[in-house]
C-alpha cells in the first residue's frame, strides 16, 4: 500500500511525506489508494480512467449545517445558498467556509461575513476540528456542526 502511494505519479515527494507523517502522527491508518480498472473502450482496447488517488477517511470529515440569519441594509444585492449542508475536511478554517459562501452567494467585495456557532463569534483562522473540540456538543445539532452566518458592511467601506 505504500509502495503505491510513494510512487504515485500524481503526488510530489514532498506531499507524500506530509501525508506519511499526517496519519502517522494521528495514530491512523494511511488511507488505501484507488485502483484505477481499465474500461474497454467501442474498439476493445483498454482505456485507463483516472480516479482520485486516496480518499479522506470519513473520520476526518465535518458535516455542517449553515443557517442565514439575515443581511444589514446596504450590503447589496446576493445569491440565496442554495444548499446548507456541506461536507468538508475537519481541518478547514473558518477562512475557507466564508470563501464559500461569498463565492455561492455572490457577495460584494464590500460585504462582510460574520460566523457564529453557539454564540461565539468565530475567527477566519480557527479550524472545524478546533471548533468543536472547544465548543463541543453545543455546537451540534444532529451530528452536524452548525454555524450562522450574517452579512453587513465591512468597516472599510462605510468610510
Given at each position: 500500500?505504500?509502495?503505491?502511494?510513494?510512487?504515485?505519479?500524481?503526488?510530489?515527494?514532498?506531499?507524500?511525506?506530509?501525508?506519511?507523517?499526517?496519519?502517522?502522527?494521528?495514530?491512523?491508518?494511511?488511507?488505501?489508494?484507488?485502483?484505477?480498472?481499465?474500461?474497454?473502450?467501442?474498439?476493445?482496447?483498454?482505456?485507463?480512467?483516472?480516479?482520485?488517488?486516496?480518499?479522506?477517511?470519513?473520520?476526518?470529515?465535518?458535516?455542517?449545517?449553515?443557517?442565514?440569519?439575515?443581511?444589514?441594509?446596504?450590503?447589496?444585492?446576493?445569491?440565496?445558498?442554495?444548499?446548507?449542508?456541506?461536507?468538508?475536511?475537519?481541518?478547514?478554517?473558518?477562512?475557507?467556509?466564508?470563501?464559500?459562501?461569498?463565492?455561492?452567494?455572490?457577495?460584494?467585495?464590500?460585504?462582510?461575513?460574520?460566523?457564529?456557532?453557539?454564540?461565539?463569534l468565530l475567527e477566519h483562522y480557527q479550524t472545524l476540528r478546533d471548533i468543536l473540540a472547544e465548543i463541543g456538543k453545543?455546537?451540534?445539532?444532529?451530528?452536524?456542526?452548525?454555524?450562522?452566518?450574517?452579512?453587513?458592511?465591512?468597516?472599510?467601506?462605510?468610510?
Amino acid at each position: 500500500m505504500l509502495w503505491c502511494i510513494k510512487h504515485s505519479p500524481f503526488i510530489t515527494s514532498g506531499e507524500k511525506t506530509q501525508m506519511f507523517n499526517f496519519y502517522k502522527e494521528r495514530g491512523l491508518e494511511m488511507p488505501k489508494p484507488v485502483v484505477t480498472q481499465p474500461v474497454t473502450t467501442a474498439r476493445g482496447r483498454p482505456k485507463k480512467l483516472f480516479g482520485p488517488v486516496f480518499r479522506i477517511p470519513p473520520e476526518l470529515d465535518v458535516s455542517l449545517l449553515l443557517e442565514f440569519i439575515g443581511a444589514d441594509e446596504g450590503t447589496g444585492s446576493f445569491k440565496p445558498l442554495e444548499k446548507k449542508f456541506v461536507r468538508v475536511s475537519g481541518e478547514a478554517t473558518i477562512g475557507h467556509v466564508e470563501k464559500f459562501l461569498r463565492r455561492k452567494m455572490e457577495l460584494a467585495t464590500t460585504c462582510q461575513v460574520d460566523i457564529i456557532c453557539a454564540d461565539h463569534l468565530l475567527e477566519h483562522y480557527q479550524t472545524l476540528r478546533d471548533i468543536l473540540a472547544e465548543i463541543g456538543k453545543r455546537a451540534l445539532q444532529d451530528g452536524l456542526l452548525v454555524l450562522h452566518f450574517g452579512l453587513g458592511l465591512s468597516p472599510s467601506s462605510l468610510t
